[in-house]
């Protein structure tokens, strides 16, 4: 039921490079498979554990068709094609990963970030490695 309401908030459409940031790159919730078009981002997998009181740990995992030059992402809390250079260096903040009025700050070994909103609500995030394939 969750994943079906995050399919139907979610659509598909071209992801704009990290440079030019309109609210938030829309993405497509679907199946792994087929071809993505150049400059697009689907979620392939999303999972929540809200087991733990005052905590919430969502895993996502999504698929990106990149141009040269640039990598999968996080811009405006959605999926999307940033420049490698800023994944590389884990200079995280400058794909603006956090959304509309979070402030992003880099975690002390630059293992991630946090998106910190009025009210304390901190959220961590650490990508992981990408598997080989």
Known sequence: MFLAAIREMITSARCPPASFLPPGPRVSLSPAGGQLAVGTCEIVMLNRDSSQPKRTIARQTARCAC??????????ARPACVDARIVKNKQWCEMTPCSEGEICGLLFNRS???????????????PLPKEPS
Do not use: F, L
């Open 67 to 76: 141009r040269r030059g640039q990598i999968a992402g996080t811009t405006r």
């Open 112 to 126: 991630g970030w946090t998106c910190t909103k009025g009210g304390g609500r901190i959220k961590t995030v650490t």
